[in-house]
Each structure stands twice: as C-alpha cells, then as structure tokens.
C-alpha cells in the first residue's frame, strides 16, 4: 500500500515537472508560442513603434515588438527576453527590421511568432524552420 502511494507521488511530480515549460511559454493551443506554424510563415519589414517586455505568471519575461508595416502594426512575439540579450541583440522605437514568422490569432488578435529578425545586416534566429524554440536547445516543449 505504502510503495502504490510513493508511485503516485512519485508520477504526480514527475507530470508537474513536465508540464512547467509549457505553463512558462503561456499554455496550449490559442496562448502563443507553442501555435509556430511554418504554413503560414511570411516576410515583413517595418518600424518598430514599441518595445514591450510581458512577464508571466511563473516570473519569465518576453519581448513583443510593435511593428508598423505598410499594411498595419503586428505585435511580433520576439522569445525570452534573457535569450534575446544572451545574444547580445537590442531593439529600439526607430528601428527598422525584417522579420521572418508564423502569422496566427492570439486571443482574437493577429500576432507574428517570429523566427528571425534582422536589423543592420545581422540576423538574430530565434526558431529553426519547424518552429522549435533556439532557446529550448532544440526541444519542442
């Protein structure tokens, strides 16, 4: 009896571990970064309008960029913002870029997850052509 009630415990932690790097990228279907759909990857370039940085609930920090382009302003979902500055790359109102990503509907509002931005000849690859994350090391979380 004692040894099935450590086996639970010991599945319960083991499914909470498992489940925290989806809970610190926003969730599931319809919350954001998992939603990377190379179908519908397009190219855009703009003028960065704002520099946001978004915290989650589990104390993680993300980069949004506004960008305007011709035909609207896209919130582009950069990545983490301690990936970003790992890679030694900043943004800035005034800037302008092109950024390669998956256009999809974040609750109810058009988003561009990015895969790659480029700003002054240097490219700063966030995905790789499937969508999975650099800063996961590869692994789809």
Do not use: C
């Not at 305007?68 to 950069?78: F, N």
């Amino acid at each position: 009896m004692l040894r099935s009630s450590w086996s639970r415990l010991a599945l319960t932690f083991f499914l909470a571990f498992m489940t925290m790097p989806l809970l610190a990228q926003g969730g599931g279907p319809g919350k954001g970064m998992r939603n990377y759909d190379p179908k519908t990857e397009v190219t855009v370039q703009g003028t960065i309008e704002d520099v946001q940085q978004q915290s989650g609930k589990t104390g993680w920090s993300g980069t949004h960029l506004m960008l305007k382009t011709d035909g609207a302003t896209l919130d582009v979902h950069v990545g983490p913002s301690s990936y970003i500055a790992k890679k030694q790359f900043t943004f800035a109102k005034g800037d302008t870029i092109e950024v390669v990503g998956s256009k999809v509907t974040i609750s109810g509002k058009e988003a561009l997850l990015a895969r790659e931005i480029t700003k002054d000849g240097k490219t700063l690859v966030l995905r790789n052509a499937e969508g999975i994350p650099e800063w996961s090391g590869g692994r789809r979380n």
